[in-house]
């Protein structure tokens, strides 16, 4: 079994929707979260990252940890096409030296 | 503010030939990660280094090795290439104490072995 489980997609919708992409992790020790957004042939940029359950906001996207659960959202809202792209969710046990990412979930926002 | 710089972009090799990969990290930052990502795969930890020392090592055979400089630089070598090599080959910066979480990628090193 995998530490971090994201379905790779792809994952196709209208301009203007909510999207809603999720990972589900195994290791109870996992203790900050983090999504990264990557662009086609280019490196990860972090896009939001929290170490409590609970939501976290930024303009359009909406972070969301469920501890009990072992399972971490990120919300789009009003999608734009800028926001096709894969993204990743990572995830980090404090006191580690690594990132450990999920597979990548493949974003299409349809004009 | 310089951002985290790699090079080559691109790196076309052959079955058992080494080769060497550089990043250098954003300015203040000390510590340098490599990550390796395969197609259609998010990145995996290869090692991390900190004050020019290996710092935490993945789950990577010792073919793959680095090097980091006074300032702050790195290199990945990869000897004895194998074509699962073949990856996306990303660096990443930070600053000492800092979490994970603020790490900065590279727009990495695209290295295909045939």
């Known amino acids: 079994q995998k530490e971090v489980e994201q379905d790779p997609g792809p994952l196709s919708v209208p301009e203007g929707a909510i999207v809603s992409l999720n990972c589900t992790y195994s290791n109870s020790a996992f203790q900050y979260f983090m999504w990264y957004r990557q662009y086609s042939r280019k490196g990860p940029e972090l896009l939001m990252y929290?170490?409590?359950?609970g939501n976290k906001e930024d303009g359009r996207f909406t972070a969301q940890v469920d501890k009990s659960s072992k399972y971490i959202s990120l919300f789009i809202r009003d999608s734009q096409p800028s926001d096709s792209a894969t993204y990743l969710c990572?995830?980090?046990?404090?006191?580690?030296?690594?990132?450990?990412f999920g597979q990548g979930t493949r974003l299409t926002i349809n004009p | 503010e310089t951002g985290v710089t790699q090079s080559p972009t691109h790196l076309i090799k052959t079955r058992g030939q080494q080769v060497t990969l550089r990043c250098s990290s954003q300015?203040?930052?000390?510590?340098v990660s490599w990550y390796q990502q395969a197609l259609g795969q998010g990145p995996q930890f290869i090692f991390q280094y900190y004050r020019e020392e290996e710092n935490g090592r993945g789950n990577f055979p010792p073919r793959f090795s680095g090097l980091q400089f006074p300032n702050y630089s790195s290199e990945l070598n990869v000897n004895a290439l194998e074509l699962d090599d073949s990856a996306l080959y990303l660096c990443a910066s930070s600053s000492e104490g800092a979490g994970q979480e603020t790490q900065y990628f590279g727009p990495g090193t695209r290295l295909l072995v045939l």
């Open positions: 929290t170490y409590s359950s």
């Open positions: 300015s203040g930052h000390n510590t």
């Open positions: 990572a995830i980090e046990v404090q006191g580690a030296q690594k990132l450990v």
